[in-house]
Nanobody, 122 residues
Framework: QVQLVESGGGSVQAGASLRLSCTASGVRNNYMGWFRQAPGKEREFVAGISWSGGRTAYADSVKGRFTISRDNGQNTVYLQMNSLKPEDTAVYYC?????????????????WGQGTQVTVSS
């Protein structure tokens, strides 16, 4: 059974950095992703990574600022967030697919963590 636990959220000023971690159990070669949901908005794709880490994908809004990586030995996926903006404020979720291909839709992910809050003030 796949279980995902996020950590690393917090409250920061604009321009600061945060690193989110997702500790995963029960994953094998699952494609993993980070999503976020701001108040009153739909959950949206942020970044994704293949099992090997060789293939990554990013939403246009975070390209050049966020970096996704994974350490399979530690069963952990990371999201390094730099140059944070107030519009990055959201609950961030880690997710895993039952498959190896990249997908950006929430319905393509079967497993979800509980989420971690990121708040960026101006």
């Amino acid at each position: 059974q796949v279980q995902l636990v996020e950590s690393g959220g917090g409250s920061v000023q604009a321009g600061a950095s945060l690193r989110l971690s997702c500790t995963a159990s029960g994953v094998r070669n699952n494609y993993m992703g980070w999503f976020r949901q701001a108040p009153g908005k739909e959950r949206e794709f942020v970044a994704g990574i293949s099992w090997s880490g060789g293939r990554t994908a990013y939403a246009d809004s975070v390209k050049g600022r966020f970096t996704i990586s994974r350490d399979n030995g530690q069963n952990t996926v990371y999201l390094q967030m730099n140059s944070l903006k107030p519009e990055d404020t959201a609950v961030y979720y880690c997710a895993a697919r039952d498959g190896t291909l990249a997908r950006v839709g929430t319905s393509s992910y079967a497993y979800w963590g509980q989420g971690t809050q990121v708040t960026v003030s101006s």
